[in-house]
């Protein structure tokens, strides 16, 4: 059975930095692309980041130059970084392993996805 798992997620006030991470089981981690995904409340799927199983990486315009997706295939992790939070990162986010080319699309289905964690919640506010 494939897991992933977030954990990281909370309140942070705006410029504050948060760590995400995403431990897998279950699927050779390291074959995988994978991306972080968010959900802001009422509104639709978008696609943060992007690592690609060579390392290749992707942002969104959205958060370029703020957040830093990583992996270490050792250990079966995915990690954002993010700084400079706005409170306009305010979402729940996901660890989820895109079937396709996310970042050319504009929007996103869950079935654009294979594995999917629970999410783990980010707030930013003062």
């Known amino acids: 059975e494939v897991q992933l798992v977030e954990s990281g997620g909370g309140l942070v006030q705006p410029g504050g930095s948060l760590r995400l991470s995403c431990v897998a089981s279950?699927?050779?981690?390291?074959?995988?692309?994978m991306s972080w995904v968010r959900q802001a409340p009422g509104k639709g799927l978008e696609w943060v980041s992007v690592?690609?199983?060579?390392?290749?990486?992707y942002y969104a315009d959205s958060v370029k130059g703020r957040f830093t997706i990583s992996r270490d295939n050792t250990k079966n992790t995915l990690y954002l970084q993010m700084n400079s939070l706005k409170t306009e990162d305010t979402a729940v986010y996901y660890c989820?392993?895109?079937?396709?080319?996310?970042?050319?699309?504009?929007?996103?289905?869950?079935?654009?996805?294979?594995?999917w964690g629970r999410g783990t919640q980010v707030t930013v506010s003062s």
């Open positions: 690592i690609r199983s060579g390392g290749v990486t």
């Open positions: 279950g699927l050779i981690f390291g074959s995988y692309d």
């Open positions: 989820a392993t895109p079937r396709r080319a996310i970042w050319t699309m504009d929007r996103l289905r869950r079935a654009d996805f294979g594995y």
